[in-house]
């Protein structure tokens, strides 16, 4: 199984920095392990825009998958309440 690139765009890596340490390092952890499976059990295909969103608690994941360059870019994270703004 081939192992996918991840890039943290520059708005993302400012939104996790903002969050607490605890939050942050269970998300780093799950961001991580997008290398190995991209598509995990619970992803899910954004509506209206590219890209899926991945759930850990309160918080979401979103990013973009490009294939045939094995690459998983993180567009935002946060709190369910305020990341689709």
Known sequence: MPVYKIFITSTAQHQLDKLPE???MILI????KLSNNPRPF???KL????GYRIRKGDFRIIYE???RILLVEIIAVGHRKNIYE
């Open 22 to 24: 605890n939050v942050s």
């Open 29 to 32: 952890e799950t961001i991580s």
């Open 42 to 44: 619970g992803c899910k």
């Open 47 to 50: 509506k209206g825009r590219n």
């Open 65 to 67: 998958i490009t294939d």
